[in-house]
């Protein structure tokens, strides 16, 4: 079977809303392989702790490249302790730089409660505009729904559990089997 020929490892859906000095980080459980689920109970929300400094974590592509990630992540934080921004930044340089790391497929969602960040392997760190940040196949789902009811929900997880369900309703790739975790 040629590479082209290989259906591919699917999507996911993780968001991240922050409100009210909160932000909670949700991810579906969907792994699937073309057209077929290979699991449905999958975590793809982390929370990692390095030098007793809470960030939480959401990954969606590659299982293995986002985990080299979370450890390099980690690493840039335990370097730079409190300071997700230049730990994030520094992260971004580096899969943006290192021949190894600009193969790895993911994208992450990382928040302290005070800060929210969308990394990609461009080379971007981006903060959301509206206090909402969605990535995977089904994300652009789920940051609509979140920016629909954000205004008249209070809760940033009742926020982020809405915003998955319409997501699972709409993408063959999300399902709603959440893992959730906030900070803040």
Not at 87 to 109: F, N
Request: proline share 3%; glycine share 12%; charged share 25%.
């Amino acid at each position: 079977m040629a590479e082209s020929d290989f259906p591919g490892w699917h999507g996911t859906t993780i968001i991240g809303v922050r409100k009210g000095g909160k932000v909670v980080v949700a991810g579906d459980g969907q792994v699937s392989l073309g057209q077929t689920v290979i699991k449905g109970t999958a975590c793809k929300v982390r929370r990692l702790s390095p030098g007793g400094y809470d960030v939480v974590a959401g990954f969606a592509g590659s299982t293995a490249d986002a985990f080299t990630l979370l450890e390099r992540l980690e690493a840039k934080l335990e370097a730079t302790p409190g300071q997700l921004a230049r730990a994030s930044v520094e992260l971004a340089k580096d899969w943006r730089t290192d021949k190894y790391l600009q193969k790895l497929e993911a994208m992450l969602i990382v928040t302290d409660g005070k800060d929210l960040f969308v990394i990609t392997g461009a080379g971007d760190v981006l903060e959301p505009e509206n206090d909402i940040a969605a990535i995977g196949s089904g994300g652009n789902f789920a940051l609509a729904a979140a920016r629909g009811v954000y205004d008249y929900v209070e809760d940033p997880e009742q926020i982020a559990r809405k915003a998955m369900a319409i997501a699972s309703d709409i993408c063959v790739y999300t399902n709603g089997n959440l893992t959730v975790e906030s900070i803040g």
